[in-house]
């Protein structure tokens, strides 16, 4: 991750946040400023920063039917509908020339793309938590197709405290240097996942300190890997993503 940037729903300042974004990054997520009420106005914001019109995504609004429908809600956004399903329907007006990426089966929403690298995600934490745990393995299938060295990552949890994994991690820096190895540290990471397996043995806490590995070579990936997780007593989180392809656990 290189830049967090928090915008106010402001629409001059999100479509200059956006066109700087798009010519800096090669990928941009946003998070808010997406539902059926006069806020939402992430998808005009981004639409007029590329000079584009607005139009209403069908297939958006037929899946939210069909889901909406399982939860028992009779009244699902329609264009011709209600002035109210109409008016709820505005949450598929999306940037003319988008593309969309349905990851999570169980939910309706689509992550939005525009201009090839902006990814627009629902406001709502809990659903873009969902959607963005899912639909990275795709994204990176697709950045690996582009560039002619392929990556590979490897994603380590631990319960040991902070300190001790940036402790471990500072004495083994030159090391993966020379590796050429990318550590990432994301202390207090929480999965999406809500079962038991992620729990702090005899707790319900799910709080841990995550740690990555990325390098285009697999088998200096894995070896930092397998080492992390012996000095730590760590296990693996939930994947190693290679070439684009996720691998099994081992």
């Not at 799910?206 to 285009?216: A, I, K, L, N, Q």
Request: charged share 25%; aromatic share 8%; hydrophobic share 35%.
């Amino acid at each position: 991750m290189k830049k967090i940037e928090i915008v106010p729903e402001v629409s001059k300042d999100i479509t200059t946040s956006v066109v700087n974004m798009s010519k800096l990054y090669d990928i941009v997520f946003t998070c808010g400023g997406t539902n059926d009420s006069d806020s939402n106005i992430i998808y005009s914001a981004v639409a007029k920063a590329f000079g584009k019109q607005l139009e209403y995504s069908t297939q958006t609004l037929e899946r939210m039917k069909v889901k909406l429908r399982e939860k028992g809600i009779v009244h699902p956004p329609d264009l011709h509908g209600s002035s109210e399903q109409v008016k709820k329907a505005q949450i598929a007006l999306f940037p003319k020339g988008h593309t969309l990426k349905f990851p999570c089966s169980e939910i309706w929403n689509p992550v939005v793309c525009v201009e090839g690298n902006i990814h627009l995600f629902p406001q709502f934490p809990r659903l873009s938590e969902k959607l963005v745990d899912a639909y990275l393995p795709e994204l990176v299938r697709e950045l690996s197709r582009k560039h002619d060295q392929p990556f590979t990552r490897a994603f380590v949890g631990t319960w040991a405290r902070e300190a001790v994994v940036v402790r471990d991690l500072q004495l083994k820096q030159k090391l993966y240097t020379q590796r050429k190895i990318r550590v990432g540290l994301y202390p207090n990471w929480m999965p999406s996942n809500k079962g038991t397996t992620h729990l702090k043995p005899g707790t319900t806490e799910r709080s841990m300190v995550m740690v990555t590995f990325t390098g285009e070579d697999e088998k200096v990936v894995v070896k930092s890997k397998d080492e992390l997780l012996e000095k730590l007593n760590g296990f693996l989180l939930p994947h190693i993503v290679t070439d684009g392809q996720s691998l099994p656990m081992s």
